[in-house]
């Protein structure tokens, strides 16, 4: 697993359930004090550990779990910039899904996200198709869709849309799998404030 993912995961639990969780589920699973390191490949096993130690402590089954890891991704400004760009609308962001990976693995292509490919039907339905990653491996074909699943929940709330997000049941081979996703209404309430252009500085008094 890639150490960003896994660094993720670190800072997930830290923040929102503190330091003595993430220090006592570390220190189960074998890590040392300083947690993940960023740019290094970790066993997959010792992302299952972390966890599946958490889910333990938090009495949380794990999926659900990691689509709260999704929906704390989004609350990261950056990444939640780099989402917002895909379009001005929840139906145009869902579109810039399939070029997700493409961008990814131009930054780290080590990273391993599945292959994205929407499909939309009439009346607001979409099928998001996770295929096998050319360098994913088996744990980050379980972990990615609930993931994906948080953050498509996050950034309808980010757009103001109000949307109906199914995962699929289990995983089929090679870690393929549909997310469905039914956009119920694209202005639902006020979504949150965000200009495509960069910031404008105030001109000073």
């Known amino acids: 697993m890639h150490g960003l993912v896994n660094r993720s ?7 929102t359930y503190g330091n003595d969780l993430w220090g006592a589920v570390a220190r ?7 947690g993940f390191e960023a740019m ?3 066993d997959d096993a ?3 550990a972390v966890l599946g ?14 689509e709260d890891l999704g929906a704390y991704l989004v609350s990261l400004e950056p990444l939640r910039r780099l989402l917002r760009f895909g379009g001005v609308g929840y139906a145009d962001f869902l579109h810039s899904l399939d070029d997700l990976q493409g961008r990814a693995q131009l930054a780290l292509p080590d990273l391993g996200l599945p ?5 939309a039907a009439p009346g607001g339905q979409f099928a998001l198709h996770l295929g096998s990653g050319e360098r994913e491996t088996c744990a980050t074909a379980r972990l990615a869709p609930p993931v994906l699943a948080g953050m498509l929940r996050a950034m309808a709330d980010d ?4 949307v109906l997000i199914e995962l699929p049941e289990a995983p089929g081979a090679h870690g393929v799998g549909t997310i469905h996703i039914e956009l119920l209404e ?19 008094p």
């Open 9 to 15: 995961l670190q800072c997930f639990l830290r923040d």
């Open 28 to 34: 189960r699973a074998g890590i040392g004090p300083d």
């Open 40 to 42: 290094q490949v970790y």
């Open 46 to 48: 010792l992302t299952e």
């Open 53 to 66: 130690g958490a889910a333990q402590r938090l009495s949380k089954p794990p999926e659900a779990l990691l």
């Open 115 to 119: 292959a994205l490919r929407l499909v």
């Open 159 to 162: 757009y103001g849309a109000l």
């Open 186 to 204: 694209a202005r639902y309430a006020t979504g949150r404030r965000f200009h495509l252009g960069w910031p404008v500085p105030e001109a000073a």
